[in-house]
């Protein structure tokens, strides 16, 4: 009598194998990653990609039944970390919460951040507001995991209790931890982004290509997040799959750069491409301008001083900072490369009522800019401008 019952408690009802049970849950967990960069990252936060209504629909129920995730909440509190990136209204940002408390306990920053009614209407508009969202999903969304558990144990016994754990624990520790975390504090960085976000390594097939945390936020709408030869994005490679069967539509990926030769004068193409490739510029500008000038004038510098000259010692402290900027201020050509690359920074941020104002003005301050370089007897900054001059959109395609 008692063996039916201990077998059932060992193996459940399917009497599968640990080898069976463990690739049951590496293919669980690979789907909550999916739907979480897919649906609630990709699609719903970032409109980078459109998926077929049926398939939104597994998504939604995919992620009440595996995280209890209010659609709503998640974007909001992800759309809040983009607006406020590194600011003490990031919901997770290491450089105020400690990377400690993100990596270990990411998952309690976002509980308190969603708590925020106002900061729910103002960044989670668009998501779903159906039947379902407002009777089950949103009300009751503890009852996914409560299910998520009754179906692990029944089919697997004592073991689905560990593996119902483990995929509680998933997403909390790669997403709200690792990502969130590690992924603002270390790493490689393809663009000098206005925050610390970095690729934590070129692939990671299992967390969705949410790795290239860099790229992302160089190109927040983009549906694709690999941007260089050797990266992997294994979301990509699933969205393309399901755009092949006809259940996604790809809506935005970052824009490819052309570089045109003998451009004499910045035109409207010029200005285009310099738009839609911002951290680009100051990728190539610290590259090929300013980090010749840094190993050569600055060796004295210490190190964590000499790394700052990247960010214009953002991230330093204050005294930190005025040392910094006394520093380049005794060196006159560093000096004027540094207030280039300000100036050309500060193009973006012009502002106007009208649109057409607007335009004309970054274009005359793009045109001025390129002037006084090519006039500053720096040959390289006489080159970067020449290069900048010929940026152009390569056409689309993805």
Same mark, same amino acid.
Request: aromatic share 12%; hydrophobic share 50%; proline share 5%.
């Given at each position: 009598?008692?063996?039916?019952?201990?077998?059932?408690?060992?193996?459940?009802?399917?009497?599968?194998?640990?080898?069976? =049970?463990?690739?049951?849950?590496?293919?669980?967990?690979?789907?909550?990653?999916?739907?979480?960069?897919?649906?609630?990252?990709?699609?719903?936060?970032?409109?980078?990609?459109?998926?077929?209504?049926?398939?939104?629909? #597994?998504?939604?129920?995919?992620?009440?039944?595996?995280?209890?995730?209010?659609?709503?909440?998640?974007?909001?509190?992800?759309?809040?970390?983009?607006?406020?990136?590194?600011?003490?209204?990031?919901?997770?940002?290491?450089?105020?919460?400690?990377?400690?408390?993100?990596?270990?306990?990411?998952?309690? &920053?976002?509980?308190?951040?969603?708590?925020?009614?106002?900061? &729910?209407?103002?960044?989670?508009?668009? $998501?779903?507001?159906?039947?379902?969202?407002?009777?089950?999903?949103?009300?009751? %969304?503890?009852?996914?995991?409560?299910? =998520?558990?009754?179906? %692990?144990?029944?089919?697997?016994?004592?073991?689905?209790?560990?593996?119902?754990? !483990?995929?509680?624990?998933?997403?909390?520790?790669?997403?709200?931890?690792?990502?969130?975390?590690?992924?603002?504090?270390?790493?490689?960085?393809?663009?000098?982004?206005?925050? $610390?976000?970095?690729?934590?390594?070129?692939?990671?097939?299992?967390?969705?290509?949410?790795? !290239?945390?860099?790229?992302?936020?160089?190109?927040?709408? %983009?549906?694709?997040?690999?941007?260089?030869?050797?990266?992997?994005?294994?979301?990509?490679?699933?969205?393309?799959?399901?755009?092949?069967?006809?259940?996604?539509?790809?809506?935005?990926? #970052?824009?490819?750069?052309?570089?045109?030769?003998?451009?004499?004068?910045?035109?409207?193409? $010029?200005?285009?491409?310099? =738009?839609?490739?911002?951290?680009?510029?100051?990728?190539?500008?610290?590259?090929?301008?300013?980090?010749?000038?840094?190993?050569?004038?600055?060796?004295?510098?210490?190190?964590?001083?000499?790394?700052?000259?990247?960010?214009?010692?953002?991230?330093?402290?204050?005294?930190?900072?005025?040392?910094?900027?006394?520093?380049?201020?005794?060196?006159?050509?560093?000096?004027?490369?540094?207030?280039?690359?300000?100036?050309?920074?500060?193009?973006?941020?012009?502002?106007?009522?009208?649109?057409?104002?607007?335009?004309?003005?970054?274009?005359?301050?793009?045109?001025?800019?390129?002037?006084?370089?090519?006039?500053?007897?720096?040959?390289?900054?006489?080159?970067?401008?020449?290069?900048?001059?010929?940026?152009?959109?390569?056409?689309?395609?993805?």
């Amino acid at each position: 009598m008692f063996l039916p019952v201990l077998d059932w408690l060992a193996r459940g009802l399917t009497q599968a194998s640990y080898w069976q =049970m463990a690739g049951y849950f590496l293919v669980m967990v690979q789907l909550t990653i999916f739907t979480t960069t897919l649906y609630l990252h990709r699609s719903a936060t970032h409109r980078g990609v459109d998926f077929h209504p049926v398939l939104v629909h #597994a998504f939604r129920f995919w992620s009440w039944l595996t995280m209890a995730m209010v659609t709503k909440e998640w974007v909001a509190v992800h759309r809040m970390h983009h607006a406020k990136c590194e600011t003490e209204e990031d919901p997770h940002s290491p450089r105020f919460h400690g990377i400690h408390q993100v990596l270990w306990r990411g998952v309690e &920053l976002y509980q308190d951040a969603r708590l925020d009614k106002a900061m &729910l209407e103002k960044y989670g508009k668009g $998501t779903p507001d159906d039947w379902l969202e407002r009777h089950v999903y949103t009300p009751r %969304s503890t009852l996914g995991p409560i299910l =998520m558990l009754v179906i %692990s144990v029944s089919l697997f016994g004592v073991p689905g209790l560990f593996m119902w754990a !483990l995929q509680m624990a998933w997403i909390p520790f790669w997403a709200a931890g690792v990502i969130n975390g590690l992924g603002h504090w270390w790493g490689y960085r393809n663009f000098d982004t206005h925050d $610390t976000a970095t690729n934590l390594t070129p692939w990671a097939l299992w967390i969705g290509g949410e790795e !290239l945390h860099n790229n992302h936020h160089a190109f927040p709408s %983009s549906a694709k997040f690999a941007l260089r030869r050797f990266e992997v994005d294994i979301g990509w490679i699933a969205i393309r799959a399901l755009r092949a069967v006809g259940l996604a539509k790809v809506l935005r990926v #970052a824009p490819e750069l052309n570089l045109r030769p003998n451009i004499a004068v910045p035109d409207a193409e $010029t200005l285009r491409a310099m =738009m839609a490739h911002r951290w680009q510029v100051a990728t190539d500008y610290f590259t090929t301008v300013l980090k010749p000038a840094v190993q050569t004038e600055a060796r004295e510098l210490p190190g964590r001083l000499r790394r700052a000259l990247r960010s214009d010692g953002r991230w330093l402290d204050e005294a930190h900072r005025l040392k910094l900027q006394a520093f380049i201020a005794s060196r006159p050509q560093l000096a004027t490369l540094v207030a280039h690359r300000q100036r050309l920074l500060a193009i973006y941020e012009l502002k106007s009522a009208a649109m057409d104002a607007r335009v004309d003005a970054k274009m005359e301050a793009l045109r001025a800019w390129c002037a006084d370089a090519e006039a500053s007897g720096i040959r390289a900054l006489e080159e970067f401008s020449a290069r900048l001059k010929g940026y152009a959109l390569a056409p689309a395609h993805a």
